[in-house]
Each structure stands twice: as C-alpha cells, then as structure tokens.
C-alpha cells in the first residue's frame, strides 16, 4: 500500500517506534529524505528546492494544511528558495509510521506543486 493513501493513527507515549525491518520496507518509499538525530531523537528531513519567496510561502502553507489535516504535525523552515521539512513523533521521542506517512504526503505535495514552483537542480 503506498503511503500516501493511509491515514495517521494518534500515538500515545506508549505507542511503538519503527523497528529497523518497518524502516527498511519503508525508507525506499521516501528516497530523497534522510534520517538524522537530534538530541538522541530520529527524525526524517528533507530540503526542498523552491522557485522563489512566494512558491516556498504557498508549499509551506500546503504542507501545513495536509498535517492539520492528519493532526500530525512537523517542523517547517521556510527560506528564500527552500524549504525544510522534520517529521518524527514526539509523543515517543521518535521514528513512527506515521512519519513516514507524512514525508510520502509531503513529497506528493511537492510533486504536485508543478514546474513552476520547484528550483532546478
């Protein structure tokens, strides 16, 4: 089942990471990002590459309104031209499925987003 087409579950503090089997069935699914730690917490990050100010605004605007959507929300930085994106489950203090979930909605907003809005590579 792809990622996108599922729903975020809400997670409590007792709610299970990813095991590192459900991370390797589901990273290929997201290729573009990469899983950093912070403070001991895993974490998904991905940049973007934006056309520009506005286009970076609207994308973060758009991924803001898909995770209120999901009640699963991340950490967005938003700068001329780029825009990064954090996704991990606080509640648990790190990598969930829903994560995952998150960054393939993510990647799929942008793919949607169009030519004009993206910077090339």
């Known amino acids: 089942m ?14 299970p990471l990813v095991t590192e089997a459900e991370e390797r069935e589901l990273k290929p699914q997201i290729p573009d990002w990469e899983i950093v730690e912070v403070k001991g917490v895993r974490r998904l ?18 991924i803001a309104r898909i995770a209120d959507a999901e009640d699963h929300h991340p950490i967005i930085l938003t700068a001329w031209g780029k825009v990064t994106v954090s996704w991990w489950t606080h509640a648990i203090r790190g ?3 829903n994560d995952f979930i ?17 910077a090339p590579d």
């Open 45 to 62: 990050k991905r940049t973007f590459k934006i056309a520009g100010w506005m286009p970076a605004v609207e994308f973060t605007n758009t």
């Open 95 to 97: 990598l969930h499925r």
């Open 102 to 118: 998150m960054a393939g909605k993510t990647d799929e907003a942008f793919e949607n987003a169009g030519e004009n809005n993206r």
């Open 2 to 15: 792809a990622l996108t087409s599922e729903t975020c579950e809400a997670c409590r503090p007792d709610s």
